[in-house]
């Protein structure tokens, strides 16, 4: 399998990137960051491109940095590195929970936060996980930075807010302060389809607590629609509840509330029926792992 023909810019800097996709405007130009979707897509005839502006020269698009109050990833910083970034498995383990998941060494070695978020894949890990942790998706236009929040930044299908001409560069990803870091904690966990290695589905989870009952929490949920979503009806289940055993199971019973029939996504593979039934199964999996992470913390365990 050979892509098609193309012309190929290796971009050194952003505002190099953007003045090649002015440039190019009229030849509907793509991005290239890690290219493990693109390039394949390309190869299959799933996608086309007469021009990729080639972001992998930016160097500045590289890296995590750790604030008091928030954790900012580069978009182009591989999952490989994410998962050998201690801090960010200490403040959001979500987010190193859903990095495991994701393909083999080949593809964490060239595969990036920001293009995956990017990618909109609708079995994707990410972008639950960047739900759950109410990220922040940073994106640069000729208008200036624009920030848009996780919530709204997947549309559908390989459909983003990011606007023509957008180059997505960080995601700030809010951190508990260190007071609570013990009574908060994430866990992401998913079925994996067999064949493909997709998710058939995954749950991402955020709890905040407060004593023994829960303060705030956030679900998503990948695979069940064209988009990642969250499950607000588990949410409000779970606020100013007790964090045991009998609420977590009552709230994941609430997972489905709330998901129409027919945004139920269904393939070759797997039914948008069974996927439904499936949410409360993981939902309650997803809510158990954090729930331990919180102990484990309030007992000296490893903050999670």
């Not at 588990?234 to 709230?251: N, Q």
Request: charged share 30%; aromatic share 4%; net charge negative.
């Amino acid at each position: 399998m050979y892509p098609p023909r193309f012309d190929y810019h290796r971009a050194t800097s952003l505002e190099e990137a953007r003045s090649l996709l002015a440039e190019h405007a009229d030849r509907d130009p793509r991005l290239l960051a890690g290219g493990h979707s693109l390039i394949p897509a390309l190869k299959t005839d799933r996608t086309t491109a007469d021009v990729l502006v080639d972001l992998g020269g930016i160097d500045d698009l590289e890296g995590v940095t750790t604030e008091p109050n928030e954790t900012i990833v580069g978009a182009l910083t591989t999952y490989a590195d994410l998962l050998e970034a201690s801090e960010l498995a200490e403040r959001h383990p979500v987010l190193t929970d859903a990095l495991a998941e994701v393909g083999d060494l080949q593809v964490r070695n060239r595969g990036t936060l920001g293009g995956n978020l990017a990618q909109a894949e609708p079995a994707a890990d990410l972008p639950a996980a960047v739900l759950a942790a109410n990220a922040t998706i940073v994106a640069h236009g000729s208008g200036g930075e624009r920030e848009i929040r996780a919530d709204e930044f997947f549309r559908g299908e390989r459909e983003t807010a990011l606007e023509t001409g957008e180059v997505l560069t960080r995601v700030r990803l809010p951190a508990a302060p260190a007071s609570d870091a013990d009574r908060t904690a994430g866990a992401y966990v998913r079925k994996t389809h067999p064949a493909s290695g997709w998710a058939s589905l995954g749950v991402a989870v955020v709890l905040e607590c407060e004593g023994e009952s829960v303060r705030e929490a956030r679900l998503a949920a990948t695979g069940v629609t064209d988009r990642a979503i969250r499950l607000e009806s588990v949410e409000d289940a779970l606020a100013g509840e007790p964090l045991e055993s009998a609420t977590v199971a009552a709230a994941a019973e609430r997972a489905a509330v709330g998901i129409e029939p027919d945004e139920l996504r269904s393939d070759l593979h797997v039914s948008g029926e069974y996927r439904a039934g499936l949410v409360p199964v993981y939902v309650e999996r997803a809510l158990e792992r954090a729930a331990k992470r919180i102990d484990a913390s309030g007992n000296g365990g490893e903050p999670r």
